[in-house]
């Protein structure tokens, strides 16, 4: 019998049939089938490197009564920029959840996994911002920063941008390249200046110190922590947790252990449980704030939820389009 050949699209097939708003409605309702326990996601695997610095991450899992289950494997390597490759890389494995045939390999090299990171930090900064939101702070210049600048600002509706990097120069190279997308960006020369004029603040670093510290958090500032996705990283000083009025997260267990909510647990600053769920916040069943006044926070770790619904999402949309 001459085998079946597997169907195997690359990142040029799924950049051609992936939209946006797509992307940010499956990830949304990710979140939710989440936080309604309607995933099955084992936890998932890591591979942290040194030398060079690197990170691999391994999720799998199902949604209740669907008819698919995914392996994705996704890694960044932080001192590719310098040597001009790409940061990220990975695939998503989609296999039939009846069955166990392979149905096709989305050989995305990371796109997917930045993308739904892009509009999982979006949702985020919509959940807990306040109603006036002055500018958006990216802290972070590299891939995925320029990503969250884009998104959120669509998002948010706002186009004033501020950068701060550890690098000053790839901050600078990053507000010029969102300038040319039609952002107004500017870099700025510390992370106390971004925070004086931005209420919105995504962090999207590999840091594994606090880069912000509590003193230049105003009241009404709402955080979206995404760097602190391994053991070991971190970006927020603990203390920002304990001035918090709602503290959102995407997994409670997996921020508890390595989200910036590990270190204010261990740190003593809050209690276990004092978080919400960011899926139920953005279910409408509980508040991300409460008063223009109120700090809040939202912790995300990546939840294999959201790789199972865009990589549904993708063979959703390659079938249709081979009709």
């Not at 796109?111 to 802290?139: D, F, K």
């Not at 009404?220 to 602190?228: D, N, Q, R, W």
């Amino acid at each position: 019998m001459s085998p079946i050949a597997l169907p195997v699209y690359g990142l040029g097939e799924l950049r051609d049939v992936l939209l946006r708003k797509d992307m940010l409605r499956v990830v949304r309702e990710a979140f939710i089938r989440h936080a309604e326990g309607e995933v099955v996601a084992p936890r998932g695997g890591e591979l942290l490197f040194q030398d060079p610095p690197g990170d691999c991450h391994i999720k799998f899992g199902h949604f209740r009564g669907g008819q698919v289950f995914v392996v994705k494997v996704a890694m960044g390597f932080y001192e590719n920029a310098a040597k001009g490759l790409e940061t990220n890389n990975g695939l998503m494995l989609v296999f039939d959840a009846r069955t166990g045939a392979t149905l096709a390999v989305l050989n995305d090299e990371g796109w997917l996994t930045s993308w739904r990171t892009a509009a999982a930090g979006a949702l985020a900064a919509r959940a807990g911002a306040p109603s006036r939101v002055t500018a958006l702070g990216i802290v972070g210049s590299g891939h995925q920063a320029e990503h969250q600048a884009r998104w959120a600002a669509e998002m948010l509706g706002i186009d004033r941008v501020f950068i701060w990097g550890r690098s000053p120069d790839k901050a600078a190279r990053l507000a010029a390249s969102l300038s040319h997308q039609g952002l107004i960006a500017q870099a700025l020369p510390s992370v106390e200046q971004l925070f004086e004029r931005c209420n919105v603040v995504i962090t999207c670093t590999p840091s594994t110190e606090a880069l912000v510290p509590a003193s230049a958090v105003r009241p009404g500032t709402h955080i979206v922590a995404l760097g602190a996705d391994s053991l070991g990283k971190q970006e927020l000083d603990p203390a920002i947790l304990a001035r918090a009025r709602v503290i959102m997260t995407d997994d409670r267990h997996q921020c508890a252990e390595r989200g910036e909510l590990a270190h204010a647990l261990a740190a003593g600053w809050v209690s276990a449980g004092v978080d919400v769920s960011l899926g139920q916040v953005l279910a409408g069943r509980v508040p991300g704030r409460f008063s223009e006044e109120d700090v809040t926070v939202a912790d995300l770790t990546g939840l294999a939820a959201h790789d199972i619904a865009i990589a549904s999402l993708a063979i959703e949309s390659l079938r249709s389009a081979e009709r």
